[in-house]
């Protein structure tokens, strides 16, 4: 060995067979060195999934009240001429009764309740004996059907405009059928338009118009479905625990009650309307959170309805309830959304966050493997606007208790923590850089016993 020479090291077949060179190795690829910057990352409302879930949410339901609203009423409601007032019209002849006058509009008898009845002036909201109606004048009238008597009393007379369209002949029967085939629509259609944002609003945000488009479809499907389902559950939910509970609502306790009632009707409805994305991307644990939030989001939802419906209902009882009805469904589309994305936040065992490039901020949660990255809009993550990045230039997939990345044999490689490697398993605070994007990976990892 000439002199300065460096000192040959000899590894001998032993050595090479020592176990502690494999606990080495393994502990070196557990190794993350601490990252030179911290891993901020500016953060974006638009990006966090139950922000953007609570959006699409009440967006859907409020597509849904404008669908039927126009057509919708809590009672059979018309408009007419009055054609005769009978003030002290009876339909027990000889007997007592509460109802002490009547009104004839458009063909039909309404009987009046004396201090039931709302009547309001026109444009104003003072209320108004009977004795400042007048035959001629143009009236909209609220009716319902007396439970005891049978007959049809008014619970609220709005006087309109001479100039106000009228109808000539009503028929009470056809007005109630056709209020019952409104409500028969309104669950199936609240739910399937929640559902159909809810399902395609990931895909949106995510520029996946594909997923977006199937997932928004299958969320409206699903949406419409489980609404008939839910909505003859509900029903018998609803009217059940009516009749073994208070009859009214004017006691404080009987109002919770029926708020209660409300919440769990709407909490079965609410089931169905996140599954669209669930059942697009054939992932369980999709399903679960959609099924899970969409519960506690339209239970939450339907327990603040009537206390909305409340704040902006006239003093007729009945003005009002058209905004205070798209509010109330806005809430309920709002929460089922919000809900979800909570639901996943506490779900998921983990997630990349990304640190730098166009999806900054936004987290990814680990619902179904495998997951690809690159630039094809097909990848689970798609990563786009970015010449570094191959169409499948990486693949994460589940082993076991812990996650893999693999590289696809990309042209530019990926890399982990400054590393580039080709197949890496990911530990809790790894960060990942694949073309300009960068991510940090975080897991609920298991801890040892």
Request: proline fraction near 6%.
């Amino acid at each position: 060995m000439s002199a300065g020479a460096p000192a040959k090291i000899v590894i001998t077949r032993e050595e090479l067979a020592d176990p502690r060179i494999d606990e080495a190795l393994q502990m070196q690829h557990k190794y993350v060195p601490p990252p030179t910057t911290p891993a901020k990352t500016k953060f974006r409302l638009i990006y966090a999934a139950w922000f953007y879930l609570l959006l699409a949410g009440a967006l859907g339901a409020l597509l849904a009240w404008a669908i039927i609203e126009p057509h919708f009423h809590d009672m059979p409601t018309f408009t007419g001429t009055i054609q005769e007032i009978k003030p002290d019209a009876t339909p027990i002849a000889g007997g007592d009764s509460p109802i002490k006058g009547s009104v004839r509009v458009a063909g039909v008898e309404v009987y009046v309740l004396p201090g039931a009845t709302r009547i309001l002036e026109q444009g104003g909201k003072n209320l108004l004996p009977l004795n400042q109606l007048a035959p001629g004048q143009v009236v909209t009238i609220y009716v319902e059907r007396h439970s005891h008597l049978g007959v049809h009393v008014a619970l609220a007379i709005h006087m309109e405009p001479p100039d106000k369209p009228v109808d000539a002949n009503v028929n009470i029967s056809d007005l109630e059928t056709e209020q019952t085939l409104i409500a028969l629509v309104l669950f199936p259609l609240v739910a399937g338009m929640v559902g159909l944002m809810i399902g395609g609003v990931e895909g949106i945000i995510c520029r996946t118009y594909s997923r977006a488009a199937s997932s928004a479809f299958i969320g409206l499907i699903a949406g419409l479905i489980g609404g008939v389902v839910s909505m003859f559950a509900a029903g018998l939910v609803f009217s059940t625990l009516g009749k073994i509970g208070p009859q009214s609502v004017e006691s404080v306790p009987s109002f919770l009650y029926f708020m209660f009632r409300r919440g769990l009707a709407w909490a079965i409805a609410g089931t169905t309307m996140g599954l669209g994305q669930g059942f697009a991307l054939k992932s369980g644990k999709l399903k679960f959170n959609g099924f899970i939030g969409g519960m506690v989001g339209g239970l939450i939802g339907g327990l603040l309805f009537d206390p909305i419906n409340l704040l902006f209902l006239g003093p007729d009882g009945i003005s009002g309830a058209a905004i205070s009805r798209a509010l109330g469904f806005s809430i309920i589309g709002a929460a089922v959304g919000l809900m979800i994305g909570f639901t996943d936040l506490l779900t998921r065992d983990a997630w990349l966050r990304v640190l730098s490039g166009p999806l900054e901020g936004k987290e990814f949660s680990f619902n179904r493997t495998p997951i690809r990255l690159g630039s094809s809009p097909k990848n689970e993550i798609y990563l786009f606007k970015d010449s570094k990045i191959d169409p499948i230039h990486a693949e994460i997939n589940k082993l076991r208790d812990a996650y893999e990345i693999a590289d696809n044999n990309s042209s530019t490689g990926t890399f982990v923590n400054g590393r580039r490697i080709q197949r890496e398993r990911l530990v809790d605070g790894a960060r990942i850089k694949i073309g300009n994007s960068e991510f940090l990976y975080s897991s609920r990892e298991k801890k040892g016993g």
